[in-house]
């Protein structure tokens, strides 16, 4: 017991040590912070033009609509080239559809579907970089419908008529959406529980892995590098 | 302290070596000491450049290394991903010395290609839960108190290609993720105060200009305590590649946060849950659960001479192993080296610089008997962090975490020098 005690007390001594203090914000530590008088203010256009993202809560979600089968029109036209016909992704461009129960496999799959935890990342990530090449051209209600359709791919939503606007955005949610942890690191001995080992460590060594084996090196001229 | 003692009993006393010198010296004068091997050429010939006329100064306004060093540049792994444009390439740790990465040879990592920004166009935007959303432009920036600090920079998914077993033969492609220079740049918290933070304020989300608008959410306190705006790397201005004209230095952390092109940082209360910290950049575990906002980057080592691309080629006798260690954590306080796979292990001398978040420089001499050697490195940070086999990180992650893979590197050098990637047990 008493044991067990003491292992949940340096368990909660290292959370305590390792967490990063993102609660307490400490700008008093050296005084007064010092103002240079630089720069200038921001106009409230200026802001509204780089000002594109949005958070889970919905927050900097812009006015407008868009329905999954209009959606499916531009996902034809400006994504499948790369993404593929279904959101199974060409060649080694990001697949988009699928993989539900495949996160525990040897062969993960992580789409939106199967892993993304909010909506509100594909939203903000498809007005800011997507159609690769061609960023920000899309209209607002151009990303809606994209957003739509790829819920309607991912079987998260049913009915390819489902229109997603600012109103029912953040009403959705992600299957995947609690299967993220926090950073419980380090998560290996540190010197002060375990020294590493210096003489005699180990009686035997056996090769258990070969990279030659594989031969998946792009071409090493060992006389020339 | 045991890192400052030498790794091989090579001191010799003034005495002894004065000693040493005159028996040499009244040997050659007695003619005796001559050796019986064929004169060289190289010697005995006068070659061109001691000759003729070389260049004269200009002929290469911005230097250039040697032509015999042409095969020192980084390299590109095309099976990884689609599209150079966004994909990675890596640094050539075989080839470097010292702690300090070339600026051409730091490691490339884009999403939509290199932003080639102008200068005179460039603004930086702060704005969210602040009293006045502010502009900044480049010369603005230059005018707040500026600050120089050696900084690694590692990808998080360094070595990733390795979870599942031995997989790229050269440190270039497993390690060469990570480089190190010196950056000038002006204090974060100097920015963010001009525009005044707001007392509810948790969280900056920092961007990028670039096509991709790289984003992602970085915790307000990690911005205040040692973030910077930089704009110079080891002197010069940072490089395209490398964010020109400014780039957000995030120390410690993984390379992803260091966005490139910053044009924009918001602050808010909330985290953002941007693209690349929700479907990359979190760690898959065999549970299928996923660790997320894993930023800070483990204490890591690899020996980079010999390596797959840099055999031994002098055969038995005197040999110098070199490597580089680092830690996210703070220094390197210690490196082994093991030569028998891991029976005994032998502390290594770090030579050069040891500062916080830095690249290490260790090396390991020793007498090669011409047998075959399972070579491996572990570092230990100033935290007393010890760096995990792989093995032990497959135990505790499985194989799908793709990032954070520290585990000890194991080189096996055959008996005629040459070098592979290898597991051992």
């Known amino acids: 017991m008493l044991k067990s005690v003491n292992l949940m007390a340096v368990v909660m001594a290292s959370i305590v040590l390792i967490s990063p203090a993102v609660s307490v914000i400490n700008t008093k530590a050296a005084g007064p912070q010092k103002k240079f008088g630089l720069g200038r203010m921001a106009t409230a256009a200026e802001v509204k033009a780089w000002d594109i993202d949005v958070r889970p809560d919905g927050r900097g979600l812009p006015e407008g609509q868009g329905k999954a089968s209009d ?60 159609p690769f090449g061609d960023a920000q051209s899309l209209s607002n209600n151009e990303v809606y419908a994209l957003t739509a359709y790829l819920l309607f791919m991912n079987e998260i939503v049913d009915d390819e008529n489902f229109v997603l606007s600012k109103n029912n955005f953040s009403k959705i949610r992600m299957p995947n959406e609690k299967n993220f942890t926090k950073d419980p690191r380090p998560d290996t001995p540190l010197m002060s529980s375990k020294k590493p080992c210096m003489k005699a460590c180990k009686t035997a060594v056996k090769i258990t892995k070969r990279a030659r084996v594989i031969d998946v090196t792009p071409t090493i001229d060992t006389k020339k590098n | 302290m045991e890192n400052k003692k030498p790794a091989s009993a090579t001191t010799t006393s003034r005495r002894g070596f004065l000693r040493g010198g005159l028996v040499a010296g009244s040997a050659m004068l007695a003619g005796s000491a001559v050796a019986k091997t064929k004169s060289e050429k190289a010697i005995t010939e006068v070659p061109e450049w001691s000759q003729l006329l070389g260049d004269g100064v200009d002929a290469s306004p911005y230097g250039k290394p040697s032509k015999f060093e042409k095969s020192v540049v980084r390299k590109n792994v095309e099976w990884l991903t689609a599209t150079t444009e966004s994909s990675v390439n890596f ?36 704005n969210g839960l602040v009293d006045k959303p502010m502009v900044f432009t480049m010369e603005d920036l230059k005018r707040f108190p500026r600050e120089n600090h050696v900084f690694f920079l590692e990808c998080a998914a360094n070595s990733g290609m390795e979870w599942r077993g031995a997989q790229l033969n050269g440190c270039q492609f497993t390690h060469g993720m990570v480089h190190n220079v010196m950056y000038t740049g002006v204090r974060l918290k100097d920015i963010l105060a001009e525009a005044g933070v707001k007392t509810n304020a948790k969280w900056l989300m920092v961007e990028g200009a670039d096509a991709s608008g790289m ?29 020109y ?181």
């Open chain 2, 215 to 243: 984003n992602r959410s970085v915790p307000l306190q990690k911005g205040l305590d040692d973030c910077l705006i930089a704009f110079a790397m080891n002197g010069e201005a940072l490089r395209p590649e490398q964010g």
């Open chain 1, 71 to 130: 959606g499916e029109k531009i996902y034809t036209s400006k994504c499948a080239a790369c993404h593929g016909d279904f959101g199974e992704g060409v060649d080694r461009w990001p697949v988009l559809v699928g993989g539900k129960g495949t996160l525990k496999s040897d062969d993960p799959v992580k789409t939106i579907g199967s892993y993304w935890p909010y909506l509100s990342t594909v939203f903000d990530y498809v007005k800011r970089a997507m």
């Open chain 2, 91 to 126: 640094t050539p740790l075989h080839k470097l010395e010292g702690i300090i990465t070339p600026n051409g040879l730091c490691f490339e990592r884009h999403h939509s290609g290199v932003a080639e920004v102008d200068p005179a166009q460039y603004r930086l935007m702060i």
């Open chain 2, 245 to 425: 004209p400014a780039r957000l230095v995030v120390p410690g952390w993984e390379g992803n946060m260091w966005v490139k092109w910053l044009r924009r940082i918001e602050v808010g209360d909330m985290p953002w849950h941007a693209r690349e910290e929700t479907s990359k950049y979190t760690d898959l575990m065999e549970n299928g659960k996923a660790r997320r906002f894993t930023w800070e980057m483990d204490c890591k080592s690899v020996i980079t001479n010999p390596s797959p691309q840099a055999p031994i080629v002098h055969g038995k006798g005197f040999t110098v192993i070199s490597g580089v260690a680092w830690s996210g954590r703070g220094t390197v306080s210690r490196v082994d080296v093991t030569i028998d796979g891991g029976k005994n292990w032998h502390t290594a001398r770090i030579d050069g610089p040891s500062l916080n978040k830095s690249l290490h420089r260790f090396y390991y001499e020793f007498e090669w008997d011409g047998r075959p050697l399972l070579m491996q490195s572990r570092a230990i940070d100033s935290t007393g962090y010890v760096q995990p086999t792989k093995d032990a990180l497959r135990k505790v992650r499985g194989i799908n975490s793709i990032y954070h893979n520290n585990g000890i590197q194991t080189w096996h050098v055959k008996a005629g020098g040459e070098v592979e990637n290898v597991e051992i047990s």
